[in-house]
């Protein structure tokens, strides 16, 4: 049985049989064995990746012959092991700054496991503890990882693969851990933030892009999901251009409706219509700068039109209006839409897509970033400190939430999510219970423990369809997941009568 923190802080159960009386058994047989493929929620079972690197395991444990057991097993993963019988002969280790992770028994003798993992909670947060027992219940597993306990795995072990990968992911944890307390020391040294906020690679190459059109005024077609950045980076594109002391005018096309954004854009003369009273337009306002035209794919054929022309000709011609006034700018669109597929259909003139699509830059979704978060976490939380001065940082299970979550709404939605947490949030630290879960829409795939019966059936189907769900039907990336291999997941999917389908 495993039972771990879930995003939004809720708690989740995974049962797996117990058939062996030696504490662990070797590798199934082939034909159950997981196959190989891309980066997974679990390690497949041979060594682990090559990025993922070794740490200082604490195994404390009062039968000698389980600890030889786990040494062996994890010290071909390249960790370094401290054996411990009693607290007594751990204390040396305990007290190390390099320690990492703690596998602890329950029972140790005369001592009492809680007590040890509840002080060593205390003393050293930041250190991840994996509970064993022999007794395992739900109460017991629930009061660990109240406590602080990183996993908690049920002895014997049926499966050595497991215990390594919960090893392994308790690493990522303190890792992570390691990372939040960089990034917020970084944070308060320095004076501001960039205007581009991310260190990971698609950022890196964003930024690389932005800084080779430092000298380059060709018009660009930025295109993204809602809530990536688009107006960030269409801001980045001038201030770092030679129209950087000029006028940067951003308009959202799709905000405006048809009847006003042709007199907003162009401008109008005085009587052009009833209550006009003349306009410059936002073409002759930004002019020798920026116009960014956000959601171009929402203005009409006859806007269209008309802005293909300007472009062209360079000049504009206001709204009741004869004579043409000329335009000296720099045109950046952006759109979520698909351009290519409406200029297909008819809805959007080729001659203005290729004439906007002069430079095309793509800006990757914060899903495909997530090294990215914790950065903007804290970056929002420095934004955000003036409305709540209280606050000061976030909580690692917090980060971790924030880590996991999909981020529909990408960065607007996560720096949404921040600003609410902090005008709500009690402490000096962002919990998890202060994260609105709207927030959150990994959470709603967190087995939520008071909503399933007391049954193991019950805990295994719920688990295999959480798989099939994040694996999108997928049966080798859902037999990776549970850590299990694709016969025994076919086994287990007729037994609760599910099905089986690729998306």
Not at 327 to 344: F, Y
Not at 348 to 373: A, K, M
Request: hydrophobic share 40%; with cysteine; proline share 6%.
């Amino acid at each position: 049985m495993i039972l771990r923190r879930a995003e939004g802080g809720a708690l989740s159960l995974d049962f797996r049989a117990v058939r062996f009386k030696h504490p662990f058994k070797g590798p199934r047989a082939s034909t159950d064995r997981p196959e190989m493929g891309s980066a997974t929620l679990h390690a497949p079972r041979s060594a682990p990746p090559v990025e993922d690197k070794p740490g200082l395991v604490l195994l404390l444990d009062d039968e000698p012959l389980l600890l030889r057991s786990l040494e062996r097993i994890l010290r071909s993963d390249g960790h370094r092991m401290v054996l411990a019988e009693n607290p007594e002969q751990a204390a040396a280790a305990l007290g190390d700054p390099n320690l990492d992770v703690v596998l602890l028994d329950l029972f140790l003798g005369s001592v009492n496991g809680m007590e040890v993992l509840e002080r060593l909670k205390r003393e050293r947060p930041a250190v991840e503890v994996i509970v064993m027992t022999g007794h395992a219940s739900i109460e017991s597993a629930v009061g660990c990882i109240r406590c602080g306990a990183f996993d908690y795995l049920a002895k014997p072990f049926d499966d050595v693969h497991r215990v390594r990968t919960t090893v392994q992911k308790a690493l990522e944890r303190r890792r992570l851990v390691r990372r939040n307390r960089e990034l917020e020391k970084e944070l308060r040294e320095r004076a501001g933030a960039p205007l581009l906020v991310g260190n990971s690679p698609k950022m890196r190459a964003l930024v690389r892009t932005i800084h080779s059109l430092q000298r380059n005024e060709s018009h660009v077609l930025l295109h993204g999901e809602s809530g990536t950045g688009k107006e960030l980076v269409a801001r980045a594109i001038h201030a770092s251009s030679p129209r950087a002391a000029e006028v940067f005018a951003p308009v959202d096309c799709g905000a405006l409706p048809e009847s006003i954004i042709e007199s907003e854009l162009f401008g109008h003369e005085r009587g052009a219509f009833t209550g006009a009273t003349g306009a410059a337009g936002l073409f002759r306002m930004a002019d020798r700068g920026t116009l960014f035209l956000d959601e171009i794919g929402e203005i009409s054929p006859t806007v269209q039109a008309k802005l293909l022309r300007t472009l062209q000709e360079k000049e504009v011609r206001p709204v009741g209006s004869s004579a043409t006034v000329p335009v000296d700018i720099r045109v950046i669109t952006a759109t979520h839409r698909d351009l290519e597929e409406m200029v297909r259909e008819g809805r959007f003139r080729t001659d203005l897509f290729y004439r906007l699509n002069v430079v095309r830059i793509g800006i990757p979704p914060l899903r495909e970033r997530r090294e990215d978060i914790p950065l903007l976490v804290h970056h929002f939380i420095a934004k955000y400190r003036g409305s709540a001065p209280h606050v000061e940082g976030i909580e690692d299970g917090a980060l971790a939430s924030l880590v996991e979550a999909d981020w529909p709404g990408n960065v607007r939605e996560l720096e949404n999510v921040i600003e609410s947490a902090m005008a709500l949030a009690p402490g000096p630290r962002l919990r998890s219970a202060d994260l609105p879960q709207r927030g959150l829409p990994s959470a709603r795939h967190a087995l939520a423990l008071p909503e399933l019966p007391l049954s193991l059936d019950a805990y295994e189907r719920c688990a295999l369809e959480r798989a099939l769900e994040e694996s999108a039907g997928d049966a080798s990336a859902a037999a990776r997941r549970l850590g299990i291999g694709r016969s025994t997941l076919y086994r287990k999917i007729a037994r609760h009568g599910l099905q089986l389908s690729r998306r």
